[in-house]
């Protein structure tokens, strides 16, 4: 039977190829999807953008990150730099001034013509522009918190990971492992450790990364290294045991899929987000830690400054020179107010049942 | 209470004797790692004193044998001498400072809770509207600022500005701001854990069902929602416990008041280290006992909640 021989009370459509024509660019071009496949992160990158409080605090912190790393090599001063001290005895007058006043010879030099840079923040007790103090504070206190967060990401992640992938006995023991840590008063330790390491590394001698660096600083790495991972840790087994038992794994396995392919390619992609989003509330977690550390006078070692050891050696002296503690303090403010805001708006973005 | 309740109660307590276990472990090898004998003095003594001292503080025997005592000891609530305070057993120094800290941070936990749960039912009932926005900003904000920096502060403004009130005398009025102080941080923690938890069961079908029966407004809050968003901050009282402590440790040696925290802070730059040792050990017991009593008490209160 031909196409078109049919039977004449059939109410059958009679589909001959004069009822069809091509399709125009322009047709082809409407059946197209008009949104291009969007990847996860770009839809975390898209929901985070729209997040205005957590835009603004970024901006704020790339604008800050710039700063810490500019100004110090433009800054006619340094933050070691006493400016009273000369040749001839120390110059009094160069202590704790006031936001955009000079020191005695400076205004001397101001009468003569010549242009001397301002002191925006004053001057310390010792002299010392506070300006560039509270810039190189803030790049110290950054990057503590930045490392201490790396520490706790690697050692949590790996430990973590390996706890969450093994199950059964491994899994038991080392989860009990960290239950103790968990339940460890932290601070009342971190105090402890920073103690008798500061003894140990004052007898171990002139070891050149910790003299750059300071007895405290590494006892504060070591503390995060030894107690902070716990938490990171619980959150990646925990991840990564949910994960483990969907269907999408069962699925990859059955058709072959070796265990390398399945840990790169679903469990890691899988975690990444609850990882980044603890690691990111870690640094403001260990900026405060180490703020608090320097109160107790077991901070950076001097003449370093911190944004913590800063404060606190501001309190001395806050009914005479209130901006010496305050100035400092609302950078310890504003920058663990962004960071916060920047994590639970990274929280917010990769949760992907708000979508 | 079921056999399950029981089982995890004491795999509870088997964990928090291991914690203290480990504490006091990591105390006495710290104390060994610290270079120097405890009677190493910038005068030389005849080394024949320094034995007898030795002998009769048991420091001549293998160290193995020292951790046995001091493990000993430490069951017993025995942490030695004082190096600098003469004559005075550390744990009589605890004994001493314990009450003050105790009731600053008791009364601090209770601030924290009541008020904290107040704001926080506060913002859920006005969920979206100005007193919701303001409470959420606050809480936000005021977790920012180290509490060393909150407490100089309120000393700058309230002692040396205004006047009001004296440091570091022994009056109820010298204790406000620092509970004030210490208790700002966990009462923001619990009025953010408070309205997350409102605004669930504020959701919930039988709190519609009562609307729908025609319950007042304030009966559904007292009776039906607020036993029920209350629970999780039981959970909370732990790390709180932890948190009051430490804030403590900072808040007393700033408004010069008495207590566990300034001891430890003294014993620390006074290097008196089997005092710093005596104080950790301490507390950590009292926080291991005080996370163990609330995942306990949350567990019977809220038996559908599992642990593993």
Known sequence: MKLGDKNPLSFQVDYNSNLFSLATRNEKKETQLTRPASSFLRDALRRFRRNRIAVICSVFMLILILAIIIIPFVYPYTYDQMLGVTKYGTDTSFENIAPFQYGATELERIKAGEFIWPHIFGTDAHGRDYFIRVIVGTRISLLVGVFAALVVLVIGTIYGSISGLRGGKTDLVMMRIVDVIYSLPDMVIIILLSVILNEAFSMAGDNPIVASLGTNVISIFIVFALLYWVGMARLVRGQILSIKQQEFILASRSMGASNGFIIRKHLIPNCVSVIVVSAALQIPSAIFTESYLSFLGLGVAKPMPSLGSLASAGRDAISLYPWLMLVPSIFIFLIVLALNLIGDGLRDAFDPKQK | ?308
């Open chain 2, 1 to 308: 209470m079921n056999s399950k309740t029981m089982f995890y109660i004491v795999k509870r307590l088997i964990l928090a004797l291991v914690t203290v276990l480990v504490v006091v472990t990591v105390t006495f090898w710290a104390m060994q790692a610290i270079p120097g004998g405890p009677f190493n003095q910038e005068k030389a003594i005849d080394p024949s004193v320094i034995e007898q001292l030795n002998k009769l503080y048991g420091l001549d025997q293998p160290l193995f044998i020292q951790y046995l005592r001091y493990l000993g000891n430490a069951l017993v609530w025995n942490f030695g001498v004082s190096l600098k305070v003469k004559n005075t057993l550390i744990m009589d120094l605890i004994g001493q400072n314990l009450p003050y800290s105790l009731a600053t941070g008791l009364s601090a936990a209770a601030l924290a809770i009541i008020i904290g749960i107040i704001l926080g039912s506060t913002a859920a009932l006005k969920h979206n509207k100005a007193a919701d926005r303001t409470i959420m900003v606050l809480s936000t904000a005021s977790v920012a600022m180290p509490s060393f920096v909150i407490a100089t502060l309120f000393t700058w403004l309230f002692a040396d500005t205004l006047g009001l009130i004296q440091i570091g005398g022994d009056s109820w009025v010298c204790y406000i701001l620092p509970i004030v102080t210490i208790s700002l941080s966990p009462m923001c923690y619990i009025t953010r854990l408070t309205r997350s938890s409102t605004l669930d069961v504020l959701g919930a079908d039988y709190i519609r069902t009562a609307q729908a029966k025609g319950v007042s407004r304030k009966r559904i809050l007292f009776k039906h929602a607020l036993r029920n968003s209350v629970t999780p901050v039981i959970t909370y009282a732990g790390p709180m416990i932890a948190y009051i402590i430490t804030g403590s440790i900072v808040v007393e040696q700033i408004f010069n008041l008495k207590g566990l925290g300034r001891m430890f802070v003294n014993s620390i730059s006074a290097r008196d280290y089997p005092q710093v040792m005596g104080t950790t050990v301490f507390l950590t017991f009292l926080m291991v006992i005080m996370v163990l009593v609330s995942d306990i008490l949350y567990k019977i209160v809220n038996p559908r909640v599992d642990f593993d």
